[in-house]
Nanobody, 122 residues
Framework: QVQLVESGGGLVQAGGSLGLSCVASGRTFNRYNMGWFRQAPGKEREFVAAITRSGGSAYYGESVQGRFTISRDNAKNTVYLQMNSLKPEDTAVYYC???????????????WGQGTQVTVSS
């Protein structure tokens, strides 16, 4: 069992930056690929970014490519999402999740955090 707790959400103006963190419980963090997803009101959950177990490879959704950076620190059981050049359309609840398999398919993620709200004002 893995428990995930996100933090770092908040309100920011368009063009600003925000960093999210997700801390995982347990000693098996480095077995899991980690991902960030987001969901805006009335919309489906959207893939944002994912990183492999070792941190050697990262993948991004098209809408955040070049603006967001995912990273992880296995010694701290933590995955991060640095968000730059934020836009109002980035407003959503952001979730971190853990998977043993597919990186971009939310249906293949086994564990989810409770989410943290990010609001970008115009």
């Amino acid at each position: 069992q893995v428990q995930l707790v996100e933090s770092g959400g908040g309100l920011v103006q368009a063009g600003g930056s925000l960093g999210l963190s997700c801390v995982a419980s347990g000693r098996t963090f480095n077995r899991y690929n980690m991902g960030w997803f987001r969901q805006a009101p009335g919309k489906e959950r959207e893939f944002v970014a994912a990183i492999t177990r070792s941190g050697g490879s990262a993948y991004y959704g098209e809408s955040v490519q070049g603006r967001f950076t995912i990273s992880r620190d296995n010694a701290k059981n933590t995955v991060y999402l640095q968000m730059n050049s934020l836009k109002p359309e980035d407003t959503a609840v952001y979730y971190c999740a853990a998977t043993l398999t597919s990186l971009t398919d939310p249906g293949r993620y086994n564990y989810w955090g409770q989410g943290t709200q990010v609001t970008v004002s115009s």
